[in-house]
């Protein structure tokens, strides 16, 4: 079954940095879109960035674009989100996603179970 | 950017009630209208795609109308299981953009 775990999310300073990954399984990973969303504590869904199948292709939302950088390493199956000069407002759980193909491609069809990032001083 | 709009914000119903809930887009986005649900503290989990297409596994219970920039998400009998958050999301354009949400509570 598919599965997406997400981990190193973590307590951060304004102004620091941290690498979320996130480790796909039970699916051809190499052959589909990921995205990362987020949601702040108590508030609604927030999409953050979109990466191709291959890697070539990324899509960033306006409030991250310049200090996040989303990759992927198909070999190892896993998605990642480096996020540099966090701030307050990046406070959030962070979910890795998959899109969907065919006549679901463009949105969503499994989420991982999401990872915690604190910005606080 | 397109925004979502969702109405109610939240309502109360009993077990076995239908439930419907409405999703506005500021312009059209054709059928590229997604809903998700959420309980608290847990993932959200994808319901439907293109308007009214059913995700994998998901009980025909859910179903979803609408085109262009009005559509709506219907629960036909609700059961506990069902009380969550709904929100609805286009992928028409970038970035793709989600409804504020509706509170589904037990009454």
């Known amino acids: 079954q598919v599965q997406l775990v997400e981990s190193g999310g973590g307590l951060v300073k304004p102004g620091g940095s941290l690498r979320l990954s996130c480790a796909a399984s039970g699916f051809t990973f190499s052959d589909y879109y990921m995205s990362w969303f987020r949601q702040a504590p108590g508030k609604g869904l927030e999409w953050v960035s979109y990466i191709g199948s291959s890697g070539s292709t990324m899509y960033y939302a306006d409030s991250v674009k310049g200090r996040f950088t989303i990759s992927r390493d198909n070999a190892k199956n896993s998605l990642y989100l480096q996020m540099d000069s966090l701030r307050a407002e990046d406070t959030a759980v962070y979910y890795c996603a998959r899109l969907g193909q065919l006549a679901a491609a463009g949105t969503t069809d499994y989420w991982g179970q999401g990872t915690l990032v604190t910005v606080s001083s | 950017d397109i925004q979502m709009t969702q109405s109610p914000s939240s309502l109360s119903a009993s077990v076995g009630d239908r439930v419907t809930i409405t999703c506005r887009a500021s312009q059209g986005i054709s059928n590229y209208l997604a809903w998700f649900q959420q309980k608290p503290g847990k993932a959200p989990k994808s319901l439907i795609y293109?308007?009214?297409s059913l995700q994998s596994g998901v009980p025909s219970k859910f179903s979803g109308s609408g085109s262009g920039t009005d559509f709506t998400l219907t629960i036909s009998s609700l059961q506990p299981e069902d009380f969550a958050t709904y929100y609805c999301q286009q992928y028409n354009s970038y970035p793709p953009t989600f409804g504020p949400g509706t509170k589904v509570e037990i009454k």
């Open positions: 293109a308007a009214s």
